[in-house]
């Protein structure tokens, strides 16, 4: 098996940023612990990582935000109370985000962006291929994005983005790809790439959502990549690096970049209001509250609106 053709095994999620879109409350909260429903936002992305068959994660952190750690860690006085108090539900629950994965974090220390927060893996990666997932992305559970974005690397080689069509006047907000199609329907290859274009230059409508299967060779590049939009260190650019050396000479080491279409259901918990409807839409599936809140909800709708 090729190098770029090894097993993935390690998942790593970069959860080191401020979260100012939701001051006050990431004051003192990381973001990532912001409940969706009654689970924090970034157990489900560990979630979504485990049932990909990636029970290594990487978490990438910074300052303020040892809660993640807390939460993934034991806690044995609180499961001590609920074992005494017979609560076999919620002690389940909580010992559930413990034994998720194998857990490891290291901390970013300077804010240079995504593609620096990637670079901070690499002594824990090495060579292998692995996945990023991006916190303020979801992905429902019913839509296996990464499981297939595995598959497309294991048949491709390279490195895999994930990419939706998203209207064109919100392409500004997400890296932008230029594809070409495969024989795969959802599957295309990736001629370039560029950060939050202005709508009247971008290249497509497919825009770059929070998930990666990366070659590691994206670390060599990484550390060559200056510092572009936001005076940060992109990982689009070193996508785009990877996606010219490919293109420049087939067998340039890295392979080639594809994309996998997605349209399934995705919930963007890093904007107020989407944080808002991925809360409610959430809420309204699940078996134990939906009845009741879809009822209650039909009810304020209809008086209120």
Known sequence: MSQSHRRISKAVIPAAGLGTRFLPATKATPKEMLPVVDKPAIQYVVEEAVAAGLDD??????????????????????????????????????????????????????????????????????????????????????????????????????????????????????????VKPTADSDVVQVTGLVEKPDPAEAPSSYAIIGRYVLDPHIFDILRRTEPGRGNEIQLTDALQQLAQNHFATADAAGGPVHGVVFKGRRYDTGDRGDYLRAIVRLACEREDLGPDFRNWLKRYVAEEM
């Open 57 to 178: 994660v990487l978490m990438v952190t910074g300052r303020n935000k040892r809660p993640l750690e807390d939460h993934f860690d034991r806690n044995y006085e609180l499961e001590s109370a609920l074992a005494n108090k017979g609560d076999a539900e919620r002690l389940a629950k909580v010992q559930e985000s413990s034994d998720l994965a194998t857990m490891h974090y290291v901390r970013q220390g300077d804010p240079k962006g995504l593609g620096h927060a990637v670079l901070c893996a690499a002594p824990h990666v090495g060579d292998e291929p692995f996945a990023v997932l991006l916190g303020d992305d979801l992905i429902d559970p019913r839509d296996p994005l990464l499981r297939r974005m595995i598959e497309v690397q294991e048949t491709y080689g390279g490195s895999v983005v994930a990419l939706m069509e998203v209207e064109p006047e919100q392409i500004h907000l997400y890296g932008c790809a230029a």
